[in-house]
T-cell receptor
Framework: LAKTTQPISMDSYEGQEVNITCSHN???????ITWYQQFPSQGPRFIIQ???TKVTNEVASLFIPADRKSSTLSLPRVSLSDTAVYYC?????????????FGTGTRLQVTL | NAGVTQTPKFRVLKTGQSMTLLCAQD?????MYWYRQDPGMGLRLIHY???????AKGEVPDGYNVSRLKKQNFLLGLESAAPSQTSVYFC????????????FGPGTRLLVL
């Protein structure tokens, strides 16, 4: 059964760029890829969304290769407040339909 | 504009008891969702609704029922709670599509003894 997978954890120093990859080799053809951030005891919060190539907003960039089987969330110059769990969300193909599937989540720890 | 709210914030149940979790949104969103999140795990979709009066099963629907009688409310029911349903439950809503930005509530912590 195809899964949407991410590295379990990553560590970074403040000020560095962090890249978190999500593998979704069973992504539905027409669905977007969305990334969320979650702090302890809170619900996830939207970061960025894209369909292909590159998307950038004020907090992150999202890189999606042509085959769309993976995506990379890029956080420029992280700070301590970026310590959180990051999830990708995709639609996985199930026959002729697709189902919403969150990735396994990546716990990012930022230190001084 | 409160966004998405959930009631209650925390609840303890005994095995076999029933309860209803309430989710309310004031953004006039069509789509609403219920997820569960277990320790150290991601979110799994229980049920969702694409509009008032409609509901559909997600990834882990067994043991839960839902209703969407009003557009702004989405109720999640546990008819006979089991310890395996101990989890944090999140409600979310989106404007008009499954993969549009979802806005999440603060969560309900449920402990089933």
């Amino acid at each position: 059964l195809a899964k949407t997978t991410q590295p379990i954890s990553m560590d970074s120093y403040e000020g560095q760029e962090v890249n978190i990859t999500c593998s979704h080799n069973n992504i539905a053809t027409n669905d977007y890829i969305t990334w969320y951030q979650q702090f302890p005891s809170q619900g996830p919060r939207f970061i960025i969304q894209g369909y292909k190539t590159k998307v950038t907003n004020e907090v992150a960039s999202l890189f999606i290769p042509a085959d769309r089987k993976s995506s990379t969330l890029s956080l420029p110059r992280v700070s301590l407040s970026d310590t959180a769990v990051y999830y990708c969300l995709v639609g996985e193909r199930t026959g002729t339909a697709s189902k919403l599937t969150f990735g396994t989540g990546t716990r990012l720890q930022v230190t001084l | 504009n409160a966004g998405v709210t959930q009631t209650p914030k925390f609840r303890v149940l005994k095995t076999g008891q029933s309860m209803t979790l309430l989710c309310a949104q004031d953004m006039n969103h069509e789509y609403m969702y219920w997820y569960r999140q277990d320790p150290g795990m991601g979110l799994r979709l229980i049920h969702y609704s694409v509009g008032e009066g409609t509901t559909a099963k997600g990834e882990v629907p067994d043991g839960y029922n839902v209703s969407r009688l009003k557009k702004q409310n989405f109720l999640l029911g546990l008819e006979s709670a089991a310890p395996s349903q101990t989890s944090v439950y999140f409600c979310a809503s989106s404007l008009s599509g499954r993969l549009e930005t979802q806005y999440f509530g603060p969560g309900t912590r449920l402990l089933v003894l």
